[in-house]
Structures are given as structure tokens and as C-alpha cells.
């Protein structure tokens, strides 16, 4: 059974850092390209950043270019969410996604995996 954890959401000021993590068990993790993705109050789930299965490449929104980072551990089993600068419309729960599919379609797959997710907001 496929499960992925998230973890490190919080309260955070504006301007400040999280980390965001999320554990994968039940799958190859090595084979697959991790993701994550928001959903905000009143909108629709959105991507925020995704990593190929060997961390060698990564893709951003544009609204989380330059501040957001994403990295993985592949010994660990866990797909990390750097968020500095934070800004309070970065507010949304996280998810985490894990896809056999390539990183760049990551969340458009009917066999893609989710998390619960994790609650960040931002204060301002």
C-alpha cells in the first residue's frame, strides 16, 4: 500500500522559512518523480514545484520561482519543499504526489499517488 506523509506545515511569518517533507512507503521511490502541489482557500488544487526520480531536473510555478526549492533524498525515501520568503498567498494546504510518469506531467496521471497534506499559513 502506497502512502505519503507530509509533515513541517505551520505558521510562519512572512518573510521567514519551512521546511515542508514528505515520506514515501510502499513504492519504488527511486522510480518515481515527486511533486507538490496547494490548494489555497476557495480555489482549485495548483502545482507549485515538481523533481525528476533522479533529482535531475526540477520545474516551478512562477509564483514560487526563485523562493521555493525542491529537493529529494532518495535513501531516505523523502521529497523536501524549501519555502523561503514565504508571502501570505502562499497560504493553501501542501500535497505531496508521486508519479511512475515523467516530472513534467506530474498530477495529470490517473495513477499518480497523494497525500494527505499539511497546512501552511502565512502571516503577514
Known amino acids: 500500500q502506497v502512502r505519503l506523509v507530509e509533515s513541517g506545515g505551520g505558521l510562519v511569518q512572512a518573510g521567514g522559512s519551512l521546511r515542508l517533507s514528505c515520506v514515501a512507503s510502499?513504492?519504488?521511490?527511486?522510480?518515481?518523480?515527486m511533486g507538490w502541489f496547494r490548494r489555497a482557500p476557495g480555489k482549485e488544487r495548483a502545482f507549485v514545484a515538481a523533481?525528476?526520480?533522479?533529482?535531475?531536473?526540477?520545474r516551478y510555478a512562477d509564483s514560487v520561482k526563485g523562493r521555493f526549492t525542491i529537493s529529494r533524498d532518495n535513501a531516505k525515501n523523502t521529497v523536501y519543499l524549501q519555502m523561503n520568503s514565504p508571502k501570505p498567498e502562499d497560504t493553501a494546504v501542501y500535497y505531496c504526489?508521486?508519479?511512475?510518469?515523467?516530472?513534467?506531467?506530474?498530477?495529470?496521471?490517473?495513477?499518480?499517488?497523494w497525500g494527505q497534506g499539511t497546512q501552511v499559513t502565512v502571516s503577514s
Open positions: 510502499g513504492l519504488t521511490f527511486r522510480t518515481y518523480a
Open positions: 504526489a508521486a508519479s511512475r510518469g515523467s516530472y513534467i506531467s506530474i498530477g495529470t496521471n490517473p495513477n499518480d499517488y
Open positions: 523533481i525528476a526520480w533522479s533529482g535531475s531536473g526540477a
